[in-house]
Nanobody, 115 residues
């Protein structure tokens, strides 16, 4: 399984970005896909996730601002990020995990929120 994350960039506080995670080699229909982030000097933390069935979960820090979704036909999971804050600055990673197939990480995409 390979994951390609994209969509990061530089945005002003209050702005929006949409991250994409495209899976190849397997289907997001059969796995849970999570978004993590890691800021400089901090541990990687779970931001949001979507199960194979479409259930979602969010870290308290992003609830109401971020939305995770997926397009099974495109084998892609999205993270829509609104009302971005400087504290959201980090490298964002997608994680594909399945009991049958194992766990895989994407390469990360940098999100910088700054004026």
């Amino acid at each position: 399984v390979q994951l390609q994350a994209s969509g990061g960039g530089l945005v002003q506080p209050g702005g929006s970005l949409r991250l994409s995670c495209v899976a190849s080699g397997s289907s997001v229909r059969v796995a849970n896909v999570d978004w993590y982030r890691q800021a400089p000097g901090k541990q990687r933390e779970l931001v949001a996730g979507i199960t194979f069935a479409g259930s979602t979960n969010y870290a308290d820090s992003v609830k109401g601002r971020f939305t995770v979704s997926k397009d099974n036909a495109r084998n892609t999971v999205y993270l829509q990020m609104n009302s971005l804050e400087p504290e959201d600055t980090a490298v964002y990673y997608c994680n594909f995990n399945s009991l049958a197939l194992g766990t895989y990480w994407g390469q990360g995409t940098q999100v910088t929120v700054s004026s």
